[in-house]
């Protein structure tokens, strides 16, 4: 016995001599539990969907609504909502889900503080933030939503621009900026070009590219196991390519017209304050939002063809169920309304039918000072984020592939191919 105890312990001198380690026998380390982890931006974060939770801030600590007028940097504004796609989607396997995306991020969010740019809110980076869900669990689903605000466009700003032309053009007259501005303020639709540029669309995907590529090389170096799927989605456009009919005109004024404040208030309640000619630029955006997720895809699969990453397309997703899509919008729509406040008051304006311009300038300012009170306008509200969540389920059981497509039919069912 004495002398099986001696070539035992020859053998393992020799092992840690070599540099291999030693396997003790005893109870196996417990398995960490699997999580699910969502990164990106409002489209993710589930900005528009409610029941926001508390954020933990930079400090580390946990920020709860700090009231109307509070700061729009503070973290809660990140808006976390509960009813966000990650949390509704059914994912067999995942013991917990984290929401660590965060309302207006950039791609620059991802590996550094968001408070290190201008307007970015107080928390620490999403890598870091990664990182922390790691050392407690094994992270097997990661959903990312990225490249709608960047460097050289934001998704706020493009729907601000479009909004606001309409409204200057259904409020005031051409005299009215003759006889006292002295100049033009922009009253016409959107083109294409307003919204984003082939330049800076494609200087956004290498932005985006870059930061995809840090959160690649963060999951292979703190995953438990060293396996997940990444899913890749991308943004759905909360109005149609044409409204109803019955938003078309309103007594006998359509929107090329001159002022037409009463089609201007009926769009505004039914949540589409837009021209109808700026509609199809707003779907060239959100192709090209489409394009930049699937070429950064391309670029990453050809680097890391062994790794688990596929496109999810959602801008179907919503077909038929955009708001003013139907008569009685926004009711049905899985998207949230354009909505503003008069004032940090809490109160949304839900009609602006006789409004002034002048009443018009003052909710359009406080859009302006405390973002915070119309930031949600234009997102998937619970509804839609109920459907993003089977769109992620779907891509998530599909067999591998480059891209899977999530389509809304007429009985609102999905097609996910």
Same mark, same amino acid.
């Given at each position: 016995?004495?002398?099986?105890?001696?070539?035992?312990?020859?053998?393992?001198?020799?092992?840690?001599?070599?540099?291999?380690?030693?396997?003790?026998?005893?109870?196996?380390?417990?398995?960490?539990?699997?999580?699910?982890?969502?990164?990106?931006?409002?489209?993710?974060?589930?900005?528009?969907?409610?029941?926001?939770?508390?954020?933990?801030?930079?400090?580390?600590?946990?920020?709860?609504?700090?009231?109307?007028?509070?700061?729009?940097?503070?973290?809660?504004?990140?808006?976390?909502?509960?009813?966000?796609?990650?949390?509704?989607?059914?994912?067999?396997?995942?013991?917990?889900?984290?929401?660590?995306?965060?309302?207006?991020?950039?791609?620059?969010?991802?590996?550094?503080?968001?408070?290190?740019?201008?307007?970015?809110?107080?928390?620490?980076?999403?890598?870091?933030?990664?990182?922390?869900?790691?050392?407690?669990?094994?992270?097997?689903?990661? *959903?990312?939503?990225?490249?709608?605000?960047?460097?050289?466009?934001?998704?706020?700003?493009?729907?601000?621009?479009?909004?606001?032309?309409?409204?200057?053009?259904?409020?005031?007259?051409?005299?009215?900026?003759?006889?006292?501005?002295?100049?033009?303020?922009?009253?016409?639709?959107?083109?294409?070009?307003?919204?984003?540029?082939?330049?800076?669309?494609?200087?956004?995907?290498?932005?985006?590219?870059?930061?995809?590529?840090?959160?690649?090389?963060? *999951?292979?170096?703190?995953?438990?196991?060293?396996?997940?799927?990444?899913?890749?989605?991308?943004?759905?456009?909360?109005?149609?390519?044409?409204?109803?009919?019955?938003?078309?005109?309103?007594?006998?004024?359509?929107?090329?017209r001159d002022k037409f404040r009463a089609l201007g208030a009926e769009r505004?309640?039914?949540?589409?304050?837009?021209?109808?000619?700026?509609?199809?630029?707003?779907?060239?955006?959100?192709?090209?939002?489409?394009?930049?997720?699937?070429?950064?895809?391309?670029?990453?699969?050809?680097?890391?063809?062994?790794?688990?990453?596929?496109?999810?397309?959602?801008?179907?997703?919503?077909?038929?169920?955009?708001?003013?899509?139907?008569?009685?919008?926004?009711?049905?729509? *899985?998207?949230?309304?354009?909505?503003?406040?008069?004032?940090?008051?809490?109160?949304?304006?839900?009609?602006?039918?006789?409004?002034?311009?002048?009443g018009i300038q003052r909710a359009a300012n406080t859009c302006v000072t405390?973002?915070?009170?119309?930031?949600?306008?234009?997102?998937?509200?619970?509804?839609?984020?109920?459907?993003?969540?089977?769109?992620?389920?779907?891509?998530?059981?599909?067999?591998?592939?480059?891209?899977?497509?999530?389509?809304?039919?007429?009985?609102?069912?999905?097609?996910?191919?």
């Open positions: 016995m004495r002398l099986l105890q001696s070539a035992a312990a020859v053998v393992m001198l020799l092992a840690s001599a070599a540099g291999i380690q030693a396997v003790q026998s005893g109870p196996a380390q417990a398995a960490l539990p699997t999580a699910a982890v969502a990164l990106g931006d409002s489209f993710i974060s589930g900005e528009g969907a409610g029941d926001y939770q508390p954020v933990v801030d930079a400090s580390g600590t946990a920020q709860a609504f700090p009231g109307w007028s509070a700061a729009n940097s503070n973290a809660y504004f990140c808006h976390r909502s509960a009813n966000a796609s990650v949390f509704t989607a059914p994912l067999p396997g995942i013991q917990q889900r984290f929401n660590l995306a965060c309302s207006g991020a950039q791609p620059a969010d991802i590996a550094a503080p968001a408070s290190a740019r201008d307007e970015g809110r107080a928390v620490a980076s999403q890598l870091d933030q990664l990182r922390a869900v790691a050392r407690t669990h094994d992270i097997d689903v990661v *959903l990312v939503g990225l490249g709608s605000n960047n460097t050289q466009f934001t998704f706020g700003d493009v729907a601000t621009l479009c909004a606001n032309r309409f409204i200057a053009d259904a409020w005031t007259g051409w005299w009215e900026f003759w006889a006292y501005l002295k100049g033009e303020v922009p009253q016409r639709p959107c083109t294409a070009s307003d919204l984003a540029t082939d330049t800076e669309v494609a200087a956004a995907t290498t932005e985006t590219t870059a930061a995809l590529r840090q959160i690649l090389d963060t *999951l292979d170096q703190i995953d438990a196991d060293g396996t997940h799927q990444v899913i890749l989605q991308t943004y759905t456009n909360p109005l149609p390519p044409d409204v109803a009919p019955q938003y078309y005109d309103e007594d006998g004024r359509t929107d090329t505004y309640a039914a949540g589409c304050p837009i021209h109808r000619a700026s509609l199809a630029p707003g779907h060239v955006f959100s192709q090209n939002l489409g394009s930049l997720v699937k070429n950064a895809y391309a670029t990453l699969a050809a680097e890391r063809p062994a790794a688990d990453l596929r496109v999810l397309d959602v801008q179907r997703a919503f077909d038929g169920a955009r708001l003013c899509e139907n008569p009685g919008s926004p009711a049905g729509a *899985l998207a949230t309304p354009v909505r503003v406040q008069d004032g940090p008051s809490g109160t949304f304006i839900t009609s602006l039918s006789g409004w002034d311009k002048i405390y973002f915070q009170t119309c930031q949600e306008s234009w997102h998937p509200n619970a509804a839609g984020h109920t459907v993003l969540g089977q769109c992620l389920a779907g891509a998530l059981a599909a067999a591998p592939r480059t891209t899977v497509t999530c389509a809304r039919n007429p009985n609102g069912t999905l097609t996910i191919s």
